[in-house]
């Protein structure tokens, strides 16, 4: 099949190349990858409904029974991080979807055409960005009302900002590079330019945000969950259960540790990976890094 | 919820609360032997001197003691004032300014004041100050204080150490009334405030601390045995355990329920409490129920029987008491022939479910956040319920908000809230279900022999003719399901071993004229 050349770089294929070479992006990879996995086999993997309250059985330390122990209604510990997992990947599937969709769409358009309109779509950015983000998102879940959907609706507009003006700047250059000027002497519509030549050329730093803003969303509902606005009860969530295991730390330390546990893994895991990508798929950090290679053996 | 019913209190509740408040004769207060706090073997000769500094949850919002709202306004006002009688009843009246009194009928009731009644500026205490704070009461004072003096139709000083009330309307509890009645000196001023308790004013440093010193002109010879009483503000419940186990407080006003046993058994703190099945402290779910599907008694009945009452008292790690009326079991008032939801019936539930008509239904449950074991005890209503096909949608609530929606705005389904009426039967059950009150006209229940029965209870002296009716109004209350009471809501202090004489009462007020410092 044909492909015009300002498609090329389409950075997909690249992604197992990194993880070759990157150790750390191979292990974040890996990390996250886990926690995709016991979150979408959460019922297979214990046999505990997350829900089922057990008095008699509260506030137990991990044991053959229950790995990570009960809690406080002598729910399953282990079964509850599994299916909270579930929750604060949706939130993150939802919420960065939101801002890399509507993010995406807004810096390329008020790069592209600049002028008032790109003046008006990245002020409105700006005006997102001079909130604080989970002042913002508290804000937004606090007047929508608590619920898992809202949680990731707000996570996904304070987020936005951050797409927004990634993909304006990557617009900027792209636009007056020869492939976009070839694309349009050849009667390319303004549409195909945006949708054809700056977005494919702006996917690798959007796979960058993308996982990055991701392990935010996650740290986000995190939050919101554990101030009560996020999640709600009886469903199972990690900043929920952050926030509850800290009142029994006498009983079980291991309610609080699962849950800030589960956090980190997933959050590190996507840090990891999204760093990996970046110095693979950054260009002037690519450059940086041979440079100080460079350095660091020519002595 | 009424006169002192407080916890989870606010001014609009007194109001209704206190109105209410209208029962017993001139009750023997049988209470069964078991109310007496068990502190140990009777302690050696109460040693004077030395400071107690005590936890409050939360700072006072006033030292004025006619205007006091929340359950800190009332443990500090207890230690600077003193009323007619002592407010805990449990033992029966008993006498504090007013040395005797009598009641030739249930409109008119006399005291006669101790000789020599001094105020801690050292002006004497008469008949005329107890008119005084009566009528300031009325004109300056605000909820629970001003609604127990609104049942008073005149003041009349005989001498200056006789007082008469007449009352609007026959009240045989007006004994219970007249010891809420705090006396303050006609000069009151509530930046100084000016009292006859045990322990006089020396400071409020907002946020710090309230600052007591004894009043050596306590009418009680000896008392107070403390030198000095220091309110300490402290809104965190594990905070004050800390402090009170590093020693920087001698006493703390709760302790954090997970850690009860745990401090019992490290044994460096004693965990003083009102002996279970006494207090008539309790969890209480209210229900709409004059809105669908509330007012179908089924679902209200099915709702009391799916809730599984023992894994409740396990989220109060077992402090407490069982139970589902809120009549206490070791109250002279307690009906057993009444129905009772205290073992969860969920078969039953599930029929009651199903013959009500009511199908699937989602409600909203809006609980309080004062308290640490709300959201656990919602948290099972909410799973018990889901196994009758009632999905239950948690709403977490501070108190003024609650309040507001949930008792002024009846905006809810479900309400989770802590009451603590006063002892008498009257008060139990009609500030938690007469529609003449603020929990029952939140809930919407119109029971016309109810409200009969608790009318008959204020009329009627002797105990014996009292508890036919209550046992009455009881079989009623409990078919029916109005209000839902979940087990007792356990009240418990923490102490230093030296701390003694220290004795606990029903309506959780804290007392230190009797306390003293073993060295």
Redo the contacts between chains.
Sequence with gaps: MHTPPWTRAFAIPRLLGVLRRDRGALVGALLFAAVVLAALFAGALTPYDP???R??E??QLPSARHLLGTD??GRDLFSRILHGGRASLSVGVVAVGIAATAGTAMGLVAGYYGGPLGAVLMRTVDGLLAFPALILAMALTATLGPSLTNAAIAIGIVTIPAFARLAQASALAIKEREFTDAARACGASDLYVLVRVLLPNHLSPLMVQTSVSFANAILTEAALSFL?LGI???TPSWGAMLD?GR??L??TAWYSMAAGGAILVAVLGLNLLGDGLRDALDPRLRGARTARLAEEHSG | MGRRSRTMLTRRQFVTGAAALAAGGALRWAVPATAAPATGPPPARPTPGGVLRVTLGAEPTTLDPHRSSTLFDFHVKDAIFDGLLEDDFTQGPKGQLAESWESPDASTYVFRLRPGLRFHDGQPLTAEAIKFSVERSLTQGTGQPRVLVEQIAATEVLDPRTVRFRLKAPNAAFLLDAADIKVVPPNFDERNPVGSGPFQFVEWVRLRHVRLRKFSGYYQNGRPYLDELVFLPTPDENQKLVLLESGQVEFTDTVPLPRVQAVRQAGRVRVHGIPPGVSPSSYYLLTRADRPPLDNLKVRQAISFAIDRKALLEVTFGEGTLKSNAIPPKHWAFNPQSVSFDERDLPRARRLMSESGVGAVTLQLKHLTSRAEFFPIAQVIQANLAEIGIRVELVPQQIGIWINQVLVQRDFQLGLTGVIPPYDPDSILGNLFSIRRVNGRAIGWRHELFEKQLDQGRSVVRQADRKRVYDHAQLIVQYDAPGIILNERPILYGALPSVQGFAPDVRQHMHFHGVWLAR
Excluded: K, N
Aim: zero cysteines; a neutral charge.
């Design positions: 829900l089922a309250v008095m008699q509260r506030l406080e209604l009560g709600q009860p009886p509850t009142r029994y006498d009983q």
